[in-house]
């Protein structure tokens, strides 16, 4: 059996140029959704609350990770994002860039966030724009992990930098739910109700657990999602 050929350099850089231009397409797609959506803020004084935390840690589900870009407005501390260096992960990374956010590369947040190669990387470089007032996003989860089970390593980076965690979902009253991905993620669609909720915050100090931390945070989730899903589907 011959072993595959490795791609070649223009193949890998038309690969890079193709994720390129979906993530600026999509981009696009999430500008017009904002700019033709109706929001409704969930708390209605939902940026004069959590500003003052800043700099913070915003998490959704994986299903949700277009709600934060919905979220940051002009007067916020800068927000980096983390991104999988996967092709999937690198669409995303296209879009976040092509809407003015910073991305990291990165393995995930995960437990090995701490303890392994890849991912080690990327939690030191979360830490440090922590450390320079930046705010971070990522997911609570870690793809593909099904179950929308907290990753500890959120948790972890919550610990160690002593930033809260503030989660965000977001729902339209048109949209579709792609049940066959993992994650079941949300496109929402232009000309929409939108409802954006931001929960917490989460403190994880020396009064909780890391487990009791992650079963909070996943509650939170769970009912901030839950909410902009009943919002955005209320008849008035």
């Known amino acids: 059996m011959t072993e595959a050929a490795a791609p070649s350099p223009t193949a890998k850089a038309e690969f890079l140029w193709s994720r390129r231009l979906a993530g600026q397409l999509l981009a ?110 990522l997911t609570a989860e870690v793809p593909p992990t099904r179950g929308r089970q907290v990753s500890k390593g959120v948790i972890a980076l919550a610990r160690m930098s002593g930033r809260p965690i503030v989660g965000i979902a977001a729902a339209s009253s048109r949209r579709t739910i792609i049940e066959k991905l993992w994650d079941k993620m949300q496109i929402n669609h232009p000309f929409s109700r939108l409802a954006l909720v931001a929960v917490g915050p989460v403190m994880v100090d020396k009064s909780v657990t890391d487990d009791e931390a992650a ?16 919002l955005a589907d209320a008849k008035s």
């Open 28 to 137: 696009l797609y999430v500008r017009l959704v904002k700019a033709t959506a109706k929001i409704v803020y969930v708390p209605e004084d939902m940026h004069e609350r959590y500003l003052p935390l800043e700099p913070s840690i915003y998490v959704s589900w994986h299903a949700n990770v277009l709600a934060v870009p919905l979220f940051i407005k002009p007067g916020m501390a800068e927000v980096v994002g983390l991104a999988s260096p996967h092709p999937d992960g690198q669409i995303a990374a296209a879009c976040i860039n092509a809407l003015g956010i910073r991305t990291i590369l990165g393995t995930g947040a995960n437990e090995k966030a701490t303890h392994g190669m890849g991912g080690m990387a990327a939690f030191r470089s979360l830490m440090r724009e922590l450390k320079a007032g930046n705010s971070v996003f």
């Open 215 to 230: 079963d909070k945070l996943k509650r939170l989730l769970d009912d901030a999602y839950a909410e902009a899903l009943r």
